[in-house]
Structure formats: structure tokens, C-alpha cells
């Protein structure tokens, strides 16, 4: 019996609920399975609907976050953790799958800690922001999620996560994902999104780098950008903490899971680790 964790992208053109189907065969096959969802694209029209819209962060580095103020994690929370969450539980369930769905809040599963500055670039200058709820998981109630899992749930879950103090932090679903995976030891994470995995010229889909091993990872690192940079800081996390592969790939189309776990997509393998 294998374990994956399946996350699944939150962006423009994506419905979570349409491989609700696949993953309802995947349990009936007999694996445990996770799914961590995004929801950005909602909670950007929802934003701009209440008044607040978006932000963005770019860090020095390239890398690209929501900039979290209290109104907007208030917001990021209708979506997440409403609308979009229950929204898979409620497909899956018609699937006959006992799903459960949960935030990262819920019973501390996701605990990490609040990034107190963030450098930031804006209109060529580096800020430091101080007020942002924002930050990263560092650790995972494995044990609570395989009690759900043994008693035959699949668990949805969704940030935020929360600090050791209990204040709600937004953070990376990519990220959160693989410490997922790694926590419980997972066997596959696939992270599926609306691109068909990581490309050398973002603007050519016919420059995908259909697998990364540890000679490659520079080549990886060069090559991803903007949100791209998280995915594969995420697949480096996932396979140092132990998970067995992680696939790249896209969340939309015909079989969409079944293509990822074929490897369709970009396939970081056991060998590529950080360095």
C-alpha cells in the first residue's frame, strides 16, 4: 500500500473537483492518499470583489508571495478553508470517498513560524516588510493524519498553518505539501498545476526538462521562475526528507493524475537531493 500526497494548484483554469474522480480510483486501489489544495485565482476575484485586492511580494531572489495582511489572510480563508475545501470534500464524497477536510489550523497540523522581516523588491529598491502573516511549515502531525488515514479518511487539506503562539500564518501549498510528504514517509507527491511541468524557456511549453536528477538541479534552479521556484524548492525538500519521487505536471486534462504518476511532467528521482 503506497502513500501519495497530491497537490493540486489553485490557479486560473484549474477545478480541483474534476480529478476527484481519479483520486476516488486511487483509494479504491488501495492507496493512502493526501490531497493539498491552492486556491489563488478564487481568492484574487474574491479580493478584488470585497475592495482589497492582491498583492504580490518578489523577493530579491526572484521568488513570488502573497503579501498577507490580516484582511487579506481573512479572505485567503473564505476560499481556502471554505468555498474551494469543502467544495472537494463534497466531490469526493459523492464519489464515495470518506473524506475529511482541514486546514493546517485545525489541531496544529501544520505548525511553522511567522517570517518577522521580508525583503522585498519594489520599483527597484529592496524594503524589509515587517507586518506580514506569513510563513513556512516546520512540522507535521504525521500521527494525527495516519490515525484519519488508518481509519479509512482521505484528508483535504488547505493553509494556513498556525505558529506555537496560535496566530494563522499563509504559506506556501507547494511547500506544505512536501513537508507533508515527507512526514509521512511518502512514496509519490505530485504537484499539478496549469503548466505541464518545469520549462527552460517559460514562454515555450516545447522546452520542458522532463526529469531532474542531482547533476541537474542547477540547470532546475536557473530555469524556474516566479512561482516555479517554489515547485522545485518544494520536489528538493520532499526527496531530502525521504519521499520516494515527486512529478511536476498538470492539473487539467483527461487522466491528469495518471499522466503525473507515468511521468508525464518534469520527474525529480530519489538522487536528486539538495546539495
Not at 491552492?38 to 479580493?47: D, F, K, P, R
Not at 525538500?237 to 525521504?242: K, P, Q, R, V
Amino acid at each position: 500500500m503506497s502513500t501519495i500526497v497530491i497537490k493540486i494548484g489553485g490557479g486560473e483554469g484549474i477545478e480541483p473537483t474534476a480529478l476527484c474522480p481519479e483520486i476516488a480510483g486511487l483509494v479504491r486501489e488501495g492507496h493512502r492518499v493526501v490531497v493539498v489544495h491552492g486556491g489563488s485565482h478564487e481568492t484574487n476575484v474574491l479580493a478584488e470583489a470585497l475592495g482589497h485586492p492582491t498583492r504580490t511580494i518578489t523577493s530579491p531572489g526572484g521568488q513570488q508571495s502573497r503579501r498577507t495582511d490580516r484582511r487579506t489572510l481573512e479572505i485567503f480563508e473564505m476560499v481556502y478553508c471554505g468555498k474551494v475545501n469543502k467544495g472537494m470534500v463534497e466531490s469526493l464524497r459523492r464519489e464515495g470517498v470518506d473524506a475529511v477536510g482541514l486546514s493546517g489550523i485545525d489541531a496544529g497540523l501544520w505548525i511553522g513560524s511567522r517570517k518577522e522581516a521580508i525583503r522585498a523588491v519594489e520599483d527597484g529598491r529592496t524594503v524589509i516588510i515587517r507586518d506580514d502573516l506569513s510563513g513556512r511549515v516546520e512540522r507535521v502531525d504525521a500521527a494525527f493524519l495516519n490515525l484519519l488515514m488508518d481509519a479509512g479518511r482521505v484528508v483535504v487539506l488547505t493553509p494556513p498553518a498556525v505558529t506555537d503562539e496560535g496566530v494563522a500564518i499563509n504559506v506556501d501549498a507547494d511547500r506544505a505539501a512536501a513537508a507533508t510528504a515527507a512526514a509521512l514517509g511518502a512514496d509519490e507527491l505530485l504537484l499539478l498545476s496549469n503548466v505541464p511541468g518545469l520549462l527552460r524557456d517559460p514562454a515555450d511549453s516545447g522546452s520542458l526538462i522532463e526529469s531532474v536528477e542531482r547533476d541537474d538541479l542547477e540547470v532546475a534552479r536557473s530555469a524556474a521562475k516566479g512561482r516555479m521556484k517554489n515547485k522545485v524548492l518544494a520536489a528538493e525538500e520532499a526527496l531530502s526528507g525521504g519521499v520516494g519521487r515527486v512529478v511536476i505536471g498538470l492539473a487539467r486534462g483527461k487522466g491528469a493524475i495518471a499522466q503525473a504518476r507515468t511521468g508525464r511532467g518534469t520527474v525529480f528521482a530519489c538522487g536528486a537531493v539538495m546539495s
